[in-house]
């Protein structure tokens, strides 16, 4: 039996959206972010604080490193002219105190929006989790999802892309890709891991805060199943086997299920499930859900 190597769970990105009840407050807010930038400096000596507009938005970035950014906020309006605030966290990027230091910069120079407040009451409007296969590259398994018919499959030179299944507009999508790829390719890093497959579930609109995270948030992984394309191709074959994972390879195992009869559908989707892969157990997963929530805690 092939060895299984996985990391735990991890909260790779979270999202807090609130109204601005006043333009006195926006415009208040605002000023304080080109405020909180003046003092970049003190703040982070060997990084950068940047804030930029485009359109109805202002947006501060928070980098305590030059090319590691672990937050930012986003002041604007909405296309119904509702005035709003943001913040943005990237939790896998924290380092030391980093994360205390900017939850005293929002206590200090923004303290309406302090982080206890937002974690109490504060929408999580967007969150992904992810979990990473240290021995299962992208190409030995098959991703799928029933119940939707949306998957797409971008490509890259010389390697295979990253799989989307379930519409970016749905509340729960999934992205499967190389992140070691993105880690040489995007962070300019060197990995630590010569197999390193992300299997990551993004969440919209939540209607929770993050205090209720814990207690309300249901598993999304039990929607996404993976078949073992191993397995899958000793067992006896069915009719239009090979035709759907040809498609499935082009634009996604939801794409290549929505294209068959109900009757070829019901056939291929039993074929899978008895290829299921046994490193896949989405219930095992979620039991680390509670410590991956303990990095944000005010």
């Given at each position: 039996m092939a060895v299984n190597i996985q990391k735990s769970l991890v909260l790779d990105r979270i999202r807090f959206f609130v109204y601005v009840p006043s333009k006195e407050l926006f415009s208040y807010a605002l000023s304080q972010l080109y405020e909180i930038a003046a003092l970049k400096k003190q703040w982070v000596p060997q990084g950068q604080i940047t804030v930029k507009s485009k359109y109805s938005k202002t947006r501060l970035t928070y980098c305590p490193q030059k090319k590691r950014c672990i937050a930012s906020i986003e002041l604007g309006a909405t296309k119904n002219q509702?005035?709003?605030f943001r913040l943005d966290l990237l939790p896998t990027r924290f380092f030391g105190d980093e994360f205390e230091v900017f939850k005293e910069i929002l206590g200090l120079l923004l303290d309406e929006f302090n982080y206890l407040k937002l974690y109490k009451t504060a929408r999580i409007s967007y969150l992904e989790l992810a979990v990473d296969s240290l021995s299962r590259p992208i190409g030995s398994f098959l991703p799928f999802r029933v119940k939707t018919g949306s998957s797409m499959v971008y490509p890259l030179p010389d390697a295979t892309g990253g799989i989307y299944l379930g519409s970016p507009s749905g509340r729960v999508h999934f992205c499967i890709y190389d992140k070691k790829r993105q880690i040489i390719e995007k962070l300019k890093e060197t990995p630590q891991h010569s197999i390193q497959t992300r299997l990551e579930?993004?969440?919209h609109s939540t209607g929770l805060s993050a205090s209720?995270?814990?207690?309300?948030l249901k598993n999304p992984f039990v929607k996404l199943?993976?078949?073992d394309l191993d397995v899958l191709n000793a067992l006896p074959p069915v009719p239009g086997l090979g035709a759907f994972l040809a498609q499935s390879a082009q634009a996604g195992a939801c794409v290549a299920l929505n294209a068959l009869s109900a009757y070829d559908r019901r056939k291929i989707l039993s074929l899978l499930r008895k290829a299921m892969a046994k490193w896949w157990?989405?219930?095992k997963i979620w039991e680390k859900f509670p410590r991956s929530l303990q990095v944000i805690k005010p």
């Open positions: 509702k005035l709003y579930a993004r969440i209720e995270l814990l207690a309300s199943e993976v078949a157990n989405p219930n």
